[in-house]
């Protein structure tokens, strides 16, 4: 199963990853769509990424009334549809990470679908804390 290894111990906060990842995505930088957060443990001062697991059973799909949520064959992604999609955020509530957010311009809910196989936040992690495992 495809997904995004952390290494918090790389993470310097940049934010780059952020805002590829969501450029990718929207063609904007728009904090109500991130797939992808970096998080801050102020007591420590560490940054941490907040990004989906792509659970093999993903606990937000069996949440979706309208059954947007389905892993892909081929990358083994955890993709929203977002023409199935209604906003209701139960995706989040059922996800233990809280991970997918309502996007406040569309109305439906996103997350990381690791763009395609080759996810645009790794790609522009400079420190190496993110590292994509196909």
Known sequence: MSKIIIDSSKCTGC??????????REGIC???SLCIEICRNDRESLYFPKVCKQCEDPLC???????????HKETGAVIIEE?????????????????????G???????CNLCGGDPYC???????ALIYKA
């Open 15 to 24: 934010r780059y990853c952020e805002v590829a990842s969501n450029f990718f």
């Open 83 to 103: 023409t199935k999609c209604n906003g209701c955020g139960l995706c989040k509530e059922m996800c233990p990470d809280a991970i997918p957010k309502i996007n």
């Open 30 to 32: 728009n904090y109500n």
């Open 105 to 111: 311009s569309k109305g439906v809910a996103v997350k």
């Open 122 to 128: 790794v790609q522009f992690c400079a420190p190496g």
């Open 61 to 71: 799909a069996k949440g979706c009334p309208q059954e947007a949520i389905f892993v």
